[in-house]
């Protein structure tokens, strides 16, 4: 560690009531260079409508949900059509699953445009994602904090999530802890994000 736990080089992040693990070094400088530009190339993004409190608000952010098995993604009264993987994507993934062992079948993509964009306190609890999913995250661009918080305890773990990482998260962390990427006025630089998931149809 080089830092409270800011700027781990490697390793755990949280071990009770779940678990997260930074992997810094995923990828090197120049592949995940590639594979952001060969993103912002190809995907097409898209800007996602939320119902809060009954209204009607723009995420602050744009994404794009793949699943190449055809299954959409329901969140917050809004829902995204599944497409399939581009060939960035599906680079990443072959990646992520022969560094993990771990098989996923479906990934939310997130651009953040700028430190403007971000992305509030929630966990990834829905029906579609299980009740103890392994969520792989890798993040691109712009270094952004993560946030995670202790839903009993209130506790806040905050790390920076560099450039070519992968951040998996696992257990019942989803249960215990809710995340957030705040806004970093300062950051000019856009940041891709990829959360790949092991999804099944939902049951209703
Ligand atoms: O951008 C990130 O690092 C987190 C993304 C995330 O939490 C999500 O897509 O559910
Ligand atoms: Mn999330």
Do not use: C
């Amino acid at each position: 560690m080089s830092g409270p736990g800011l700027f781990p080089e490697s390793g755990p992040i949280i071990e009770t009531d779940g678990r997260a693990e930074l992997h810094p070094g995923f990828l090197d400088w120049r592949r995940a260079d590639s594979l952001l530009d060969a993103l912002l190339g190809e995907v097409s993004w898209e800007q996602a409508d939320l119902v809060m409190f009954g209204r009607k608000v723009s995420e602050p952010r744009m994404s794009v949900w793949y699943s190449p098995d055809g299954i959409d993604y329901v969140y917050s009264g809004t829902r995204r059509a599944a497409h399939p993987f581009t060939p960035a994507v599906s680079e990443i993934h072959g990646l992520v699953q022969e560094h993990t062992g771990e098989r996923f079948n479906s990934a939310l993509v997130n651009l953040y445009r700028d430190g403007n964009d971000r992305l509030g306190w929630h966990s990834d609890n829905e029906e579609i994602n299980g009740p103890e999913p392994v969520i792989a995250s890798v993040s691109l661009g712009a270094e952004r904090f993560f946030d995670l918080r202790h839903r009993d305890t209130g506790e806040i773990r905050r790390v920076l999530l560099p450039h070519g990482s992968l951040l998996v998260m696992s257990g019942v962390l989803q249960q215990r802890w809710v995340h957030q990427v705040p806004a970093m006025k300062k950051v000019r630089a856009p940041r891709v994000n990829l959360t790949f998931r092991l999804v099944k149809r939902p049951s209703d």
